[in-house]
């Protein structure tokens, strides 16, 4: 049984077609089909339904991952038992979201590309939700995120985690920007741009006004933490982002806090694998690289 044909066999899985397993590892078409053919002659099952335009995995198939993914770590381990940093090879497969990428995102690529000069990256940015997904399907290998709840459950790999405090922000020439106090009432009738509705501190920030008999009506809602900034720094806005994604801004009185005494959000910022994954000496070191360039940007 052939190394290759179970790495094959791992991308197929996760991509749920032959055309973007063939593009991603190099192979023609023809070749995946035949590694599969030549895997599926091994075991004795097939492995994948041809459903339409992709494939789904059979129940031999799903029977099958663990173990692939097992020798792929196994051998991956090997190659790179006694080599320093400089000298790993291989691919590195990290999802992060948005609000981190445009905050961290250049200096930890930087960091990481020098400690780990021979080893390719490819970054994904997308919800945090999603990255959650790819990590279960085995798209990715690791992902900077921040969902719902903290990653604790026995199905996770948690290399690094801290909480981020949120801030309310608006232009500083914004009336409420001078204000040494600002009360609930307040915010009521404020334009103001939000991250989407299911933003766990979205959902706090909206149910502590409720209760204190403010309800607010933002005139946008966006994905972009960046794009909030940006129209913040730009107009007579209130925007709640994370405090590292407003930190730069902050610092160059672009934008000023709003003191909100009586709201205090967080959010946890999290590195994790899935529990399948081996703990490889790039991911170790991606891990650790996270950590040295987020660490100073939460507050």
């Not at 995120?145 to 500083?172: C, F, G, H, K």
């Not at 730009?234 to 405090?243: D, H, M, N, Q, R």
Request: glycine share 6%; with cysteine.
């Amino acid at each position: 049984m052939e190394i290759r044909n179970l790495k094959t066999f791992l991308r197929v899985a996760a991509l749920r077609n032959f055309t973007a397993a063939a593009r991603e590892l190099g192979y023609s078409q023809a070749n995946v089909s035949a590694q599969i053919k030549q895997l599926e002659e091994e075991v004795g099952a097939p492995l994948f339904d041809r459903i339409g335009r992709g494939v789904a995995p059979t129940q031999y198939a799903e029977a099958l991952l663990p173990h692939a993914r097992a020798i792929i770590n196994s051998a991956a381990q090997m190659e790179n038992l006694f080599k320093p940093d400089e000298e790993v090879t291989g691919t590195l497969r990290i999802g992060m979201i948005e609000s981190l990428f445009h905050s961290v995102g250049k200096s930890w690529i930087l960091a990481f590309h020098k400690a780990f000069p021979k080893v390719l990256v490819e970054m994904t940015v997308d919800a945090g939700v999603t990255l959650k997904e790819y990590l279960t399907q085995g798209t990715l290998d690791a992902a900077c995120t921040i969902i719902d709840d903290p990653l604790t459950d026995e199905s996770w790999q948690v290399l690094y985690s801290a909480d981020s405090r949120v801030v309310a922000v608006a232009n500083p020439a914004h009336p409420l920007a001078g204000k040494k106090k600002i009360l609930p009432a307040d915010l009521a009738g404020q334009e103001l741009i939000l991250m989407e509705n299911n933003v766990p501190y979205n959902i706090r920030m909206r149910e502590d006004l409720y209760r204190m008999g403010v309800e607010l009506e933002p005139f946008l809602i966006l994905q972009s933490s960046e794009m909030a900034r940006q129209l913040t720094v730009a107009g007579p806005y209130l925007s709640v982002l994370p405090y590292y994604a407003v930190r730069e801004s902050l610092e160059a009185g672009e934008l000023a806090e709003l003191p909100l005494p009586w709201l205090e959000l967080s959010q946890t910022v999290q590195f994790v694998l899935h529990r399948n994954k081996a703990l490889l000496p790039h991911l170790a070191g991606a891990a650790r690289i996270f950590e040295e360039e987020v660490a100073p940007v939460l507050k």
